[in-house]
T-cell receptor
Framework: DTGVSQDPRHKITKRGQNVTFRCDPISEHNRLYWYRQTLGQGPEFLTYFQNEAQLEKSRLLSDRFSAERPKGSFSTLEIQRTEQGDSAMYLC?????????????FGPGTRLTVT | DAKTTQPPSMDCAEGRAANLPCNHSTISGNEYVYWYRQIHSQGPQYIIHGLKNNETNEMASLIITEDRKSSTLILPHATLRDTAVYYCIVHNFGNEKLTFGTGTRLTIIP
């Protein structure tokens, strides 16, 4: 399977704990995006990378959130001191700027539940 | 990116054409209309996009009105696997993020 993969698929944590999610984009895709989706809503943009550079961050990305893409390949999203309001699906997507369509390919998501 | 308006839900009989409308009255000249869908428990999937001409691919057709203020996504022969939430997105290539609304929940009825 050469699609976008995310790990873990599900995470249950207690309030106050730190969690880290991983995203592996499609090989050679130079852009990587993180979105968050709550029940009944469409995905909301969090941040994106061009290679290893983080080029835009949403106001939704509080200082408890940090994302990295150290070698321009996989990315991690860490949430520190989780709150119940962080419960959501976290989606990763990748795209290739050489692609005329600039289609974003999404992974299956990581569902976070904060108890 | 301009805002879009879609009906919250629609039903369509299996084998019939599903026509999903979208209003985007504030679209600007350099903004494209994109459609994605999200099947339950999966990430969104690109379907089609267009600027002003009608477009067709193996999944769907996109009809954009001449004034570009609205569009219709057509699934020509809907199957049960087309049951999903369909998002209409107006997107400017200079803006990397996709802005999703709440979409239309399409249910294909056997």
């Amino acid at each position: 399977d050469t699609g976008v993969s995310q790990d873990p698929r599900h995470k249950i944590t207690k309030r106050g704990q730190n969690v880290t999610f991983r995203c592996d984009p499609i090989s050679e895709h130079n852009r990587l995006y993180w979105y968050r989706q709550t029940l009944g809503q469409g995905p909301e943009f969090l941040t994106y990378f061009q290679n290893e550079a983080q080029l835009e961050k949403s106001r939704l990305l509080s200082d408890r959130f940090s994302a990295e893409r150290p070698k321009g390949s996989f990315s991690t999203l860490e949430i520190q001191r989780t709150e119940q309001g962080d419960s959501a699906m976290y989606l990763c997507a990748s795209s290739d700027t050489r692609d005329r369509v600039i289609e974003q390919y999404f992974g299956p998501g990581t569902r976070l539940t904060v108890t | 990116d301009a805002k879009t308006t879609q009906p919250p839900s629609m039903d369509c009989a299996e084998g019939r054409a599903a026509n999903l409308p979208c209003n985007h009255s504030t679209i600007s000249g350099n903004e494209y209309v994109y459609w994605y869908r999200q099947i339950h428990s999966q990430g969104p999937q690109y379907i089609i996009h267009g600027l002003k001409n009608n477009e067709t691919n193996e999944m769907a057709s996109l009809i954009i009105t001449e004034d570009r203020k609205s569009s219709t996504l057509i699934l020509p022969h809907a199957t049960l696997r087309d049951t999903a939430v369909y998002y209409c997105i107006v997107h400017n290539f200079g803006n990397e993020k996709l802005t999703f609304g709440t979409g239309t929940r399409l249910t294909i009825i056997p």
